[in-house]
């Protein structure tokens, strides 16, 4: 099956973020949120340890489009429906990253439908792509 016919998938990607990862997303966004690299503030307001940025997230995600290189990424839009909790060890946190392509639409461009999962469970809902071939 050719990477632009309905059906198609992309090849997976796996992507680890860790403690170090958030402090560069923070610094390069400025987004300092204390949820995203204060172990206690996270767990007083309810979550279970530190958790990475949404958009870092989203972005990492769309990484399995860019990287297929199956042409030029027009738009990109999802919604977030879980965290990723990352632990403060070496590892990380394993954001496991697959897609495919979803529809051709009428103008040729493809939806490439991308899945997102961190512990066996979705992180991202309604992740699409749009890309002009």
Do not use: C
Request: no cysteine; proline share 5%; glycine share 10%.
């Amino acid at each position: 099956m050719s990477a632009l016919e309905k059906g198609a998938e992309l090849p997976p990607l796996q992507v680890r973020l860790t403690r170090a990862d958030l402090v560069r997303y923070a610094g390069a966004a400025l987004d300092h949120n204390p949820i995203h690299w204060n172990e206690r503030f996270a767990k007083e307001v309810g979550l279970p340890d530190v958790i990475a940025h949404g958009m870092l997230t989203m972005g990492v995600a769309g990484r399995v489009v860019t990287e297929a290189r199956v042409g030029t990424l027009v738009s990109y839009s999802a919604r977030f429906t879980r965290p990723v909790v990352v632990p403060d060890d070496d590892k990380g946190a394993l954001v496991e990253l697959s897609a495919k392509v979803g529809a051709v639409l009428d103008n040729g461009d493809l939806r490439i439908d991308i899945t997102a999962r961190f512990d066996g469970r979705t992180v991202l809902g309604k992740a699409i792509a749009i890309v002009r071939p």
